[in-house]
């Protein structure tokens, strides 16, 4: 894999992600938890898209911040402040 792509890139297993998301949404469901996501984590459009499937919304430190960052890639925007 290494040998086709290009470096210096950031690559993300996208079936690894959704893995880890639908383990933390069954912990956030039997909890009764909200699960939130922080898009300072990794604020890639591909991987908003992916986790905004499976999250109750985004959490971010500034409204602004949080608005500027997700809302070109993901609609309707659920932040929590």
Known sequence: ??????TPAFVTDEKTLQSDLELLRKIADQASCKLLYSPKACSLSTVLRSV???VDG?????????????????????CTW
């Open 1 to 6: 894999m290494a040998d086709k792509i290009d």
């Open 52 to 54: 905004n499937r499976q």
């Open 58 to 78: 985004f959490a971010c430190s500034r409204r602004l911040s949080s608005v500027w960052s997700i809302s070109s890639v993901v609609a309707p925007v659920r």
